[in-house]
Nanobody
Framework: VQLQASGGGLVQTGDSLRLSCTASGSTLDYPAIGWFRQTPGKEREGVSCLSGTDGFTFYVEHVKGRFTISRDNTKSTVYLQMNNLGPEDTAVYYC????????????????????WGQGTQVTVSS
């Protein structure tokens, strides 16, 4: 599975961006789809995940109320809508999918995810 994240860019504090994740030649019909981010010198961290089984969504505390994860009806694209961005959101953002047949919910730990896309850079200026 080849995933591709897109939609990053350079924005100002308070602006919004919508990231997209697609899979080459297939859909994103997986039990879990996650968004992660990484800044230089730091470990990659989970941001949000979506359960493909029951629609459950999860957000880490510092993005709750600002970020929204969703998937289109064709299950071909997963989005991360990011509002009210701040400099602390500057990072390379990655999408990933987990093929584990979770019955419910979604994990947000790196080692659970099987396939990763290349990242897309998000830079928020102050």
């Amino acid at each position: 599975v080849q995933l591709q994240a897109s939609g990053g860019g350079l924005v100002q504090t308070g602006d919004s961006l919508r990231l997209s994740c697609t899979a080459s030649g297939s859909t994103l019909d997986y039990p879990a789809i996650g968004w992660f981010r990484q800044t230089p010198g730091k470990e990659r961290e989970g941001v949000s995940c979506l359960s493909g089984t029951d629609g459950f969504t999860f957000y880490v505390e510092h993005v709750k109320g600002r970020f929204t994860i969703s998937r289109d009806n064709t299950k071909s694209t997963v989005y991360l809508q990011m509002n009210n961005l701040g400099p602390e959101d500057t990072a390379v953002y990655y999408c990933a999918v987990d093929s584990t047949p979770w019955l419910a919910g979604c994990p947000l730990t790196l080692h659970e995810y099987d396939y990763w896309g290349q990242g897309t850079q998000v830079t928020v200026s102050s």
